[in-house]
Each structure stands twice: as structure tokens, then as C-alpha cells.
């Protein structure tokens, strides 16, 4: 009886732990994409070099790979971990009390910030991976005009305001995931933890401000 319920917790934290390596890894891609994203302030070339550099390399493929797999365990252990916790308190009591890191608008849609994000990374590489193809030719070697795709995305009202939604979301959820993820690692300290709170919620708001800034910029860019 013991060993069995012993085996079960094991499992369970074993699938915290891996759904806060994976969130803190997805913390990290987030970042690279957002400072990679800035160069459109610097401009045309320099964004298309980027990303023209970043894809003509055969070591996108295992990095896409690399990054599919930990977006599927991500979301897979989120999902598995939602349904036992309801399923063992259906009253929705698990988030405070079993976890002792009490209840944040941020903590209880964690979900289904979580569903928004999987919907929009979903439509965003049907828009930009897989969208319109133009070419463009800098410094002799041609390539793909992603700038020319994301600014002209950017030109429609309801996409940008859309955008800026999603972007709140993954502010929202990352306002919580990033220091619920150093506890799911064993993390808790009285002095280090609150510090490690405020810390979440500067990253959430540069994560948000950050990738809000570049519709919104591109936008104007039509305007003008
Ligand atoms: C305004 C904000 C953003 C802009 C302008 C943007 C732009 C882009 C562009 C242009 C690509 C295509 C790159 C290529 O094919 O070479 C891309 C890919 C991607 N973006 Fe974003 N992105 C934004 C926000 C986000 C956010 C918040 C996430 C995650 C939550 C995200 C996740 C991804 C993923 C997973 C890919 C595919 C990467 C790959 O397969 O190599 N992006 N993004």
C-alpha cells in the first residue's frame, strides 16, 4: 500500500519537476526569439540576414525538433497534471492547499493561458513559417523577405489587437510558471523565494512589453 502510494507520488513530482524544466527551457527559447524579433527595429536587412542565418543552417531541423518535443512535454504534463489534480479534488482546492503557493488570477488560469498559447504558437507558424514567400536580396545572396511578411501581417487592426491579446496571455502565464517552476525544482527559501516572485514578474513584463512592442510598431510603420 505504502510502496504504491509512494510510486504514484514519485511519478507525480517526477512530472512537476519535468513540466518546470521544460517551462524554464520555454522561458529561455522566449527570450532568444524576442531579442532575435528586436533586429526589425534595426531593420530590413538586418532582420532578414537573421533569419536567413538562423534557417540555412541543417542545425535548425534538430533545433526545431528539440523545441516541438518540449513544447508537446510541456503541454502534455500540464494537461495530464490538470485532470489528476481535479480528479483527486474536484472542488478545485488542489492549487492552494496541496501546493501551499496560494491562488493568483495568474495561478488558477494557468490552463487556460496555457490552451491560448498552444492555439496562437499554432497560428503564428501557419502565418509566418508557412506564410506568403517573398524574396528579397541582401548583400548579393538572396532570401526570404520575412520583414516585408511580418510588417504587412502587422497592417490589419483586428491581427495586431489579436497579437497584443496573446501576448498578455503569455505574460499572464509566465507571470506564475516562471517561479512556480524553480518550486516544482525543489526551490523554496523564505528569504529567496518572494525575491524570485518579483523577479517572474519583471521577466513576465519585459516578455510582455517586448513582443507587444513589435505589432504595435509595425503597425505604425504602415501608417506612416
Ligand atoms: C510579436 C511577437 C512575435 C513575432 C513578430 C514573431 C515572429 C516570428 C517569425 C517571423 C517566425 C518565423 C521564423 C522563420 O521561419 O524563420 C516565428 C517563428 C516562431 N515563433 Fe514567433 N514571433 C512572435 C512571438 C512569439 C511567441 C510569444 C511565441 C511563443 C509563445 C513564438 C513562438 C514561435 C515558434 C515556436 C516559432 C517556430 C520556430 C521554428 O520553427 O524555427 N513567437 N516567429
Given at each position: 500500500?505504502?510502496?504504491?502510494?509512494?510510486?504514484?507520488?514519485?511519478?507525480?513530482?517526477?512530472?512537476?519537476?519535468?513540466?518546470?524544466?521544460?517551462?524554464l527551457l520555454l522561458c529561455g527559447f522566449l527570450i532568444t526569439h524576442l531579442?532575435?524579433?528586436?533586429?526589425?527595429?534595426?531593420?530590413?536587412?538586418?532582420?532578414?540576414?537573421y533569419a536567413y542565418k538562423l534557417t540555412s543552417t541543417p542545425l535548425i531541423y534538430v533545433a526545431e525538433a528539440v523545441l516541438l518535443a518540449i513544447f508537446l512535454t510541456h503541454m502534455g504534463l500540464a494537461a495530464r497534471l490538470t485532470i489528476e489534480n481535479k480528479m483527486a479534488r474536484p472542488v478545485g482546492y488542489y492549487m492552494t492547499q496541496a501546493t501551499g503557493r496560494?491562488?493568483?488570477?495568474?495561478?488558477?488560469?494557468?490552463?487556460w493561458t496555457g490552451i491560448g498559447i498552444g492555439v496562437f504558437v499554432v497560428l503564428h507558424i501557419l502565418h509566418f513559417k508557412f506564410g506568403a514567400h517573398y524574396d528579397v536580396v541582401v548583400d548579393g545572396v538572396?532570401?526570404?523577405?520575412?520583414?516585408?511578411?511580418?510588417?504587412?501581417?502587422?497592417?490589419?487592426?483586428?491581427?495586431?489587437?489579436?497579437?497584443?491579446?496573446?501576448?498578455?496571455?503569455?505574460?499572464?502565464?509566465?507571470?506564475?510558471?516562471?517561479?512556480?517552476?524553480?518550486?516544482?525544482?525543489?526551490?523554496?527559501?523564505?528569504?529567496?523565494?518572494?525575491?524570485l516572485k518579483v523577479a517572474s514578474l519583471v521577466y513576465a513584463l519585459a516578455v510582455f512589453g517586448g513582443f507587444a512592442s513589435l505589432p504595435i510598431y509595425c503597425f505604425l510603420q504602415g501608417v506612416q
Amino acid at each position: 500500500m505504502l510502496s504504491q502510494f509512494l510510486k504514484v507520488m514519485t511519478s507525480s513530482i517526477m512530472k512537476k519537476q519535468l513540466m518546470g524544466v521544460t517551462g524554464l527551457l520555454l522561458c529561455g527559447f522566449l527570450i532568444t526569439h524576442l531579442l532575435g524579433n528586436f533586429l526589425i527595429f534595426v531593420g530590413p536587412d538586418a532582420f532578414n540576414l537573421y533569419a536567413y542565418k538562423l534557417t540555412s543552417t541543417p542545425l535548425i531541423y534538430v533545433a526545431e525538433a528539440v523545441l516541438l518535443a518540449i513544447f508537446l512535454t510541456h503541454m502534455g504534463l500540464a494537461a495530464r497534471l490538470t485532470i489528476e489534480n481535479k480528479m483527486a479534488r474536484p472542488v478545485g482546492y488542489y492549487m492552494t492547499q496541496a501546493t501551499g503557493r496560494g491562488l493568483t488570477f495568474a495561478s488558477s488560469t494557468m490552463p487556460w493561458t496555457g490552451i491560448g498559447i498552444g492555439v496562437f504558437v499554432v497560428l503564428h507558424i501557419l502565418h509566418f513559417k508557412f506564410g506568403a514567400h517573398y524574396d528579397v536580396v541582401v548583400d548579393g545572396v538572396e532570401m526570404r523577405d520575412l520583414y516585408k511578411l511580418v510588417v504587412e501581417e502587422f497592417q490589419s487592426k483586428a491581427f495586431t489587437f489579436g497579437y497584443i491579446v496573446a501576448m498578455a496571455f503569455v505574460g499572464v502565464h509566465v507571470s506564475h510558471g516562471f517561479w512556480s517552476a524553480f518550486q516544482s525544482l525543489g526551490f523554496n527559501h523564505p528569504k529567496y523565494t518572494p525575491i524570485l516572485k518579483v523577479a517572474s514578474l519583471v521577466y513576465a513584463l519585459a516578455v510582455f512589453g517586448g513582443f507587444a512592442s513589435l505589432p504595435i510598431y509595425c503597425f505604425l510603420q504602415g501608417v506612416q
